[in-house]
């Protein structure tokens, strides 16, 4: 069920608990700002999630309100892991969805990488 963008930040979202190590994951990099995992149910061969540590429900409220340095620092680990994964060329998408009609189900900002294959269109068919 997608999220309703307008509700506080649950401290019980399961993103939260991974963060907290209260629920297994697995890690791919972690830094001061943030947190990268692999995507429980992948959707391409690379599906790799990047979280800020900071309690931002979406992208909307992490663009509003982080600071600069958690902005700066969010942003930079995504692209390191991107990196680090070596999908730079041929190239891979990035995805953050947002609330009701983004489709966003978890209410803690996550950048999706998704990569390994052509990830082919990017939204559904209408
Ligand atoms: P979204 O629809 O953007 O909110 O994406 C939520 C993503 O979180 C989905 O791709 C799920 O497969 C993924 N997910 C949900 N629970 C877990 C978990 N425990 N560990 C890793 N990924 C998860």
Same mark, same amino acid.
């Given at each position: 069920? %997608?999220? +309703?963008?307008?509700? %506080?930040?649950? +401290?019980?979202?399961?993103?939260?608990?991974i #963060?907290?190590? $209260?629920?297994?994951?697995? %890690?791919?990099? $972690?830094? $001061? &700002?943030?947190?990268?995992? $692999? +995507?429980?149910?992948? =959707?391409? %061969?690379?599906?790799?999630?990047?979280?800020?540590?900071?309690?931002?429900?979406? &992208? +909307?409220?992490?663009s509003?309100?982080?600071?600069?340095?958690?902005?700066?620092?969010?942003?930079?680990?995504?692209?390191?892991?991107?990196?680090?994964?070596?999908?730079?060329? @041929?190239?891979?998408?990035? #995805?953050?969805?947002?609330?009701?009609?983004?489709? =966003?189900?978890? @209410?803690?900002?996550?950048?999706?990488?998704l990569?390994?294959?052509?990830?082919? @269109?990017?939204?559904?068919?209408?």
């Amino acid at each position: 069920m %997608p999220i +309703d963008p307008t509700l %506080p930040y649950d +401290d019980n979202n399961i993103f939260a608990r991974i #963060l907290r190590g $209260e629920i297994p994951s697995t %890690p791919v990099y $972690e830094d $001061e &700002w943030a947190f990268a995992f $692999e +995507d429980i149910n992948p =959707q391409s %061969p690379v599906h790799t999630l990047v979280i800020p540590k900071g309690k931002y429900v979406s &992208w +909307d409220d992490f663009s509003a309100k982080a600071s600069a340095e958690e902005i700066a620092g969010f942003i930079r680990a995504v692209g390191h892991v991107a990196r680090e994964k070596g999908l730079v060329e @041929p190239g891979y998408r990035l #995805l953050a969805k947002i609330g009701a009609h983004g489709g =966003q189900e978890v @209410p803690h900002l996550h950048v999706h990488i998704l990569g390994g294959q052509f990830i082919g @269109p990017m939204v559904m068919a209408r």
